[in-house]
């Protein structure tokens, strides 16, 4: 399993690695996941924890994107149907189909999406995952029985995936430590070292937990930090110019009783032309995304209140049952790497979210834009790209059929278990030690004290943020409660990191003045 201590021995053994990954994210980790399984001495470092960013903050869907489609970006959908079908069964544990229904209320709008959706199943070729179906208004109704009935005609079901990213980002490190990398979290690079050529050989790493810095070496090394690329790229030459242009998505959590649905909300457009979702997630519902041109980029960016009004006011479109601020607990933002391009003016939504390889003169190969969906696909062109330019010794990649994480046979989706495959039985296990670990954190959700216990002594949380945000989900499921947790975690964490009364008291304030941007 992967401990802290042991990544730091073997960064001090290891003289020299043919890859290092900057970027603890999805697209660095599976860039990890594919070298090391390549066979590569393989180094991942990201500066604060794993799937602090984006990769934790999304719409939590495995999709093509429907509204590529409509962009007419037929090359990014197929791959993105192909990689969703790869990861549903690469990881299913975390990832499985969510079913969908379109409300349509007019004669017009009812063929236009049937039929671009059934269009977007044929381009699944070989990996659908259902059939389109149109539905009439008393099926829709049984569907959605929140919708607005006025003027409905019907509806439109299709199936797309869905599953849970930090939790996925976790797998994908664990996964890249048994093959043999190093990840190393709460590790920031300071310094790009360089030889007379002003070609990289390696970097200065500070581990901002122990104060320690330490100089590697590598033969490649990979900026994968997303909407941060930039300053990456900044840190290698100061005179190069920005190319990330980031987007802010806004997702607003309302408790499920307001929904009343297994099945999804798509509106394929909303007031300013983009796609509104309302998704069941863990017995709640994500109901989102904004998508905002922002000018400064933020490690903890905040939902503006208009964001979460036009998502509360698109969303009420819809619903028979309108929803308002106080219904909402929880909101979360993340910031999407989109790549400037020319022509694409003010407006992000028109961007492409294909992925951009770029490589300096100094041989710093950066990799951004892309989708979620699309990780692994990324991280396999960033690796070939590498090969190509003679960096690395060719192997060829096996990420397409690895099984991501451990699992025998997955754990049903009606218990939160699921989400650890076959850890969920060694989680349990631990109760054996200490009968109280039994307990859970909050008497509202089922997360029991065992689990803060695994986090720490297997998936490398040193913070209570690293369990309440993204080992666990509470924090974007119900802040409120997140906070009144946050306590007994920090407890918890203290005895088992061995760390003094100060750590804890600290821990909970931070977490307390975090928690309020995911407030009302």
């Known amino acids: 399993m992967m401990q802290r201590a042991k990544m730091l021995e073997n960064i001090l053994n290891t003289p020299h690695w043919e890859v290092v990954v900057i970027g603890g994210g999805a697209t660095g980790l599976g860039t990890a996941l594919d070298a090391a399984t390549r ?13 602090k960013g984006t990769s934790s903050r999304s719409t939590k869907l495995v999709h093509g994107g429907v509204r590529y489609l409509a962009q007419g970006n037929l090359k990014l959908v197929i791959h993105a149907l192909k990689e969703r079908g790869r990861l549903l069964r690469n ?127 590598a033969d490649v090394v990979i900026n994968a930090t997303g909407v941060f690329a930039h300053s990456i790229m900044a840190m290698d030459n100061a005179a190069m110019p920005d190319i990330i242009a980031p987007s802010q998505g806004v997702h607003l959590v309302i408790d499920q009783s307001k929904f009343q649905s297994k099945q999804a909300l798509m509106v394929p457009k909303t007031t300013d032309g983009r796609v509104l979702f309302a998704v069941p997630w863990h017995h ?71 992925h951009f390889i770029l490589v300096a003169s100094s041989g710093l190969i950066t990799i951004t834009g892309g989708k979620w969906t699309t990780y692994r ?31 025998n046979w997955p754990i049903p989706y009606d218990t939160h278990w699921h989400v650890y495959g076959t850890h969920a039985f060694n989680i349990q296990q631990l109760i054996q030690e200490n009968v109280a670990w039994e307990q859970r954190i909050h008497p509202n959700y089922p997360y029991t004290q065992a689990e803060v216990i695994w986090f720490v002594r297997n998936e490398m949380a040193v913070k209570v943020e690293d369990v309440l945000a993204r080992r666990i989900r509470l924090l974007l499921l119900d802040a409120h409660a997140a906070v009144e947790a946050a306590p007994l975690v920090a407890t918890l964490m203290q005895k088992e990191l061995q760390e003094t009364d100060d750590w804890r008291e600290t821990e909970i304030n931070n977490f307390k003045q975090l928690a309020q941007q995911y407030i009302l």
């Not at 070939?384 to 690895?402: C, E, F, V, Y």
């Open 39 to 51: 066979g590569y001495r393989t180094l991942l470092v990201e500066q604060f924890d794993f799937a």
């Open 377 to 407: 696909r990324m991280a396999d062109d960033v690796l070939n790209h590498a090969i190509q330019l003679g960096k690395l010794p060719k192997k060829k990649g096996i990420t397409a059929t690895l099984p991501i994480g451990q699992w």
């Open 284 to 354: 709640k519902v994500i109901v989102g995304t904004t998508d905002t041109p922002i000018e400064q980029i933020s490690f903890e960016p905040k939902a503006l209140e208009e964001e979460i009004q036009f998502i509360i006011d698109n969303y009420n479109i819809y619903a028979f049952n309108p929803i308002s601020m106080k219904d909402v607990e929880s909101v979360y933002a993340g910031l999407r790497p989109l790549v400037k391009k020319k022509g694409s003016g003010k407006s992000t939504s028109v961007i492409s979210r294909d």
């Open 91 to 217: 990881a299913p544990h975390l990832a499985h189909t969510q079913q969908f229904v379109v409300p349509v209320y007019s004669f017009w709008s009812k063929w236009f999406y049937y039929l671009g959706l059934v269009f977007y199943d044929l381009l699944a070729i070989g990996w659908g995952l259902g059939r389109t179906r149109w539905l009439s208004k008393k099926k829709t109704i049984a569907a959605l029985p929140f919708i607005k009935t006025g003027n409905l005609k019907g509806g439109i079901q299709y199936t797309d995936g869905q599953f849970d990213d930090s939790r996925l980002c976790i797998d994908l490190a664990a996964t890249a430590h048994r093959y043999g990398a190093t990840l190393l979290n709460y590790a920031a690079v300071k310094a790009f070292t360089k030889n007379a050529d002003n070609q990289i050989e390696g970097l200065i790493i500070h581990d901002q937990l122990n104060d320690e810095h330490y100089t590697v070496s």
